[in-house]
Structure formats: structure tokens, C-alpha cells
């Protein structure tokens, strides 16, 4: 157990629709990323949270977005999903700002399905 | 910009057998190298990583060494158990990267009794 959590852990969902998906990270991790797992495009960084405020981006679409509170749990916002949205989203966090060498400790991810 | 490169998968070997598997990146600056390791119905977790070139990181059995001749940091075990059965993912951080964690595509290993 990696101390992140995410909810939910499937999520089922039509093609137009909105979904949000929730993470908390370890307990004292400062830092909060999102991934998007699928077959075809593999592991992709999406985005990177440093006590509330974006600190990277990466091949995050328009249509998604994130954001990290006060409470450093953080949500990604799926809005107009289309069938190849259907991937599993991974959280991590990390203890601080994210410097090179630091460890990411990953949520089991949550399970889109977009019909 | 930065990339990784893993040899793809999957791999079969008996228990006991040797394993490699290659991964080469590309980076403008001086990255930080990770083998991550994700096991059926499970996140990510980090195995071993290395943080500058001819340092070896090590962890379980496994171990991978930091070649900035060859830009390689392949992953190896002297005798993998069944156990060993997962997706090996080589990825790699740097400055110049602004941090972002670059993944391979992952590499499926599977261990037969």
C-alpha cells in the first residue's frame, strides 16, 4: 500500500459526459501528479501540483483539468468525454517540489470506461 | 526533447533464468534514472533508480547501472522467481524536463514455473 488513494475505482461513463476523479496523497507529500494509462499511448503525464499551485503540464488535453487544495488532495476534470478517453488514471504524489530525483508513489488509478 | 526507449515485451522466462531488459533514453541534460514496477491490477511502484552516471541502483535482486556512454540503464536479476511476473516501466527526470517523469512503454515479464 502506497498510502495515495483514489476514487473511484471504476467509473462508467457516456460519450458528452463529465466525471471527476478524486486523489489524496501520503500523508506530509506536498506534490500531486496525474497520469493517463491506456494501450495505445502507454504511460502520459498529464499534470503537476506543488502545494496547490500547477507546476507542470504535459500532454493534458483542453478538455481535462485539475486543480490541488488547500487539503492537498487534488481532482482531474474529464469534461465532453470521447470513447478514447477510456484509459486507467493514475495519481502519485512526492514529498516536495518534485526535483529530479525524488520518488513517486503511485494510487491503484481509476478505471474509465467511456461508452 | 527527452525520451525513453524499452525493449518490447513480453518476455517469457522460466524461473530461475537470467533477465535483461534494455532501456536507452534520450535527454538533454543530466537526468535521473527509475526502473518502476507494476504488478497485475496494481499502481506503480519504484524498484530502484540512480541519480548520476556509473552509480548502480539496486533493490530486490534487481539492479540497473547508469551508462551515460551508451545512455542505457538496463535492468537485470541473476534469477527471477514467478513472483517476478509484472510490467517493468524505465523512465527518466530531469531540470530541463522542468521534472516531468518521462515513461518507457513498459515491458511485460512473465515467469513460468
Known amino acids: 500500500d502506497s498510502g495515495v488513494t483514489q476514487t473511484p475505482k471504476h467509473l462508467i461513463t457516456a460519450t458528452g459526459q463529465r466525471v471527476t476523479l478524486r486523489c489524496s496523497p501520503r500523508?506530509?507529500?506536498?506534490?500531486v501528479y496525474w497520469y493517463q494509462q491506456s494501450l495505445d499511448q502507454g504511460l502520459q503525464f498529464l499534470i503537476h501540483y506543488y502545494n496547490g499551485e500547477e507546476r507542470a503540464k504535459g500532454n493534458i488535453l483542453e478538455r481535462f483539468s485539475a486543480q490541488q487544495f488547500p487539503d492537498l488532495h487534488s481532482e482531474l476534470n474529464l469534461s465532453s468525454l470521447e470513447l478514447g478517453d477510456s484509459a486507467l488514471y493514475f495519481c502519485?504524489?512526492?514529498?516536495?517540489?518534485?526535483?529530479?530525483?525524488?520518488?513517486?508513489?503511485f494510487g491503484p488509478g481509476t478505471r474509465l470506461l467511456v461508452l | 526533447g527527452n525520451s525513453v526507449t524499452q525493449m518490447e515485451g513480453p518476455v517469457t522466462l522460466s524461473e530461475e533464468a537470467f533477465l535483461t531488459i534494455n532501456c536507452t533514453y534520450t535527454a538533454t541534460g543530466y537526468p535521473s534514472l527509475f526502473w518502476y514496477v507494476q504488478y497485475p491490477g496494481e499502481g506503480l511502484q519504484l524498484l530502484l533508480k540512480a541519480t548520476k552516471a556509473d552509480d548502480k541502483g539496486s533493490n530486490k535482486g534487481f539492479e540497473a547501472t547508469y551508462r551515460k556512454e551508451t545512455t542505457s540503464f538496463h535492468l537485470e536479476k541473476g534469477s527471477v522467481q514467478v513472483s517476478d511476473s509484472a510490467v517493468y516501466f524505465c523512465?527518466?527526470?530531469?531540470?530541463?524536463?522542468?521534472?516531468?517523469?518521462?515513461f518507457g512503454a513498459g515491458t511485460r515479464l512473465f515467469v513460468k514455473a
Open positions: 502519485a504524489s512526492s514529498a516536495s517540489g518534485g526535483g529530479g530525483q525524488e520518488t513517486q508513489y
Open positions: 500523508s506530509g507529500d506536498l506534490s
Open positions: 523512465a527518466l527526470s530531469d531540470q530541463t524536463g522542468g521534472f516531468k517523469t518521462i
